[in-house]
């Protein structure tokens, strides 16, 4: 069964990079069959889709975050990876990793929660 | 792109049914069948219960079930039970080869 996993630091200071991986496992990330997408949370709010990678590398974006993100992917590792730059306190979310197929975001991540404080 | 809408709660008691509404356009809801709708217990990620709007993936109890109306998705919740409290959230693809998410309903087992 597929499974994800979110990794990175939990804090980051407002104006830096955010950085994080997602090592998918029991599944390839080269699989025709998915998408790979990132969703976040803040904190006693709703979830926001943020844009998703496709196998043949694709990349598909959030219009309000398209200016400050990239997804990208490493085949090698199954990983793929978001960032987002220029980051402000608004960008303090949980962030969730997901597979996504015709039927929707099928399988999430456990989450990661991101900070962005000086 | 704007959240499709939803209610911000519902709530039953045990044993009834209740219908959670996502209205949309004819850019997402209206225009596609690639309508989900995902489960959140507090402190965990969301867990899909419908998608492709009336379709229920494996392991999912068949007390969800989905239906949309032009631009509006509906997810029904019948014989409610107290496992059932949790939020609730819609997801449409859109015509901008994008996803947009609802705001997200609290059902509450009363």
């Known amino acids: 069964q597929l499974q994800l996993q979110e990794s990175g630091p939990g804090l980051v200071k407002p104006s830096e990079t955010l950085s994080l991986s997602c090592t998918v496992s029991g599944g390839s990330i080269s699989s025709s069959s998915y998408h790979w997408g990132w969703i976040r949370q803040p904190p006693g709010k709703g979830l926001e889709w943020i844009g998703n990678?496709?196998?043949?590398?694709?990349?598909y974006y959030n219009p309000s975050l398209k200016s400050r993100v990239t997804i990208s992917a490493d085949t090698s590792k199954n990983q793929f990876s978001l960032k987002l730059n220029s980051v402000t306190a608004a960008d303090t979310a949980v962030y969730y990793c997901?597979?996504?197929?015709?039927?929707?975001?099928?399988?999430w991540g456990q989450g990661t929660m991101v900070t962005v404080s000086s | 792109q704007s959240a499709l809408t939803q209610p911000a709660s519902v709530s039953g008691s045990p044993g009834q049914s209740i219908t959670i509404s996502c209205t949309g356009t004819?850019?997402?809801?209206?225009?596609?069948?690639?309508v989900s709708w995902y489960q959140q217990h507090p402190g965990k990620a969301p867990k899909l219960m419908i998608y492709e709007v009336t379709n229920r993936p494996s392991g999912v109890s068949n007390r969800f079930s989905g239906s949309k109306s032009g631009d509006t998705a509906s997810l029904t919740i019948s014989g409610l039970q107290a496992e059932d409290e949790a939020d609730y959230y819609c997801s449409s693809y859109t015509s901008s080869v994008t996803y947009v998410f609802g705001t997200g309903t609290r059902v509450t087992v009363l």
């Open positions: 990678i496709h196998y043949t590398g694709a990349t």
């Open positions: 997901a597979s996504i197929t015709a039927g929707g975001f099928d399988m």
């Open positions: 004819s850019s997402d809801v209206g225009g596609y069948n690639h």
